[in-house]
């Protein structure tokens, strides 16, 4: 793996587990597990196209997680501000 993509790697698995310390379900007992999980099995990979496939998954699992958070301040407020 090239020093650019290991960059990517890491930089990409130090912004999931800071998205992580938010996460519902917990960052100690299930966000870190499977996260270190899901990387340790990819840690295998030697084409470059399989690891910048990887890289997007990763990217989109950001945008996923980013859009929850999003969505759970936008439900709070809506029920403190809502008068239903």
Same mark, same amino acid.
């Given at each position: 793996?090239?020093?650019?993509?290991?960059?990517?790697?890491?930089?990409?698995?130090?912004?999931?587990?800071?998205?992580?310390?938010?996460?519902?379900?917990?960052?100690?007992?299930?966000?870190?597990?499977?996260? /270190?999980?899901?990387?340790? /099995?990819? /840690?295998?990979?030697?084409?470059?196209?399989?690891?910048?496939?990887?890289? /997007?998954?990763?990217?989109?699992?950001?945008?996923?997680?980013?859009?929850?958070?999003?969505?759970?301040?936008?439900?709070?407020?809506?029920?403190?501000?809502?008068?239903?």
């Amino acid at each position: 793996m090239s020093n650019i993509l290991r960059s990517q790697v890491i930089a990409l698995y130090k912004q999931l587990v800071y998205l992580g310390r938010e996460y519902p379900s917990g960052y100690t007992n299930f966000f870190r597990p499977k996260l /270190k999980a899901a990387f340790l /099995k990819k /840690k295998d990979l030697k084409d470059e196209q399989e690891i910048l496939k990887a890289i /997007k998954f990763g990217e989109y699992i950001i945008k996923e997680l980013e859009m929850m958070y999003y969505l759970r301040k936008y439900r709070t407020l809506q029920k403190r501000y809502n008068n239903n």
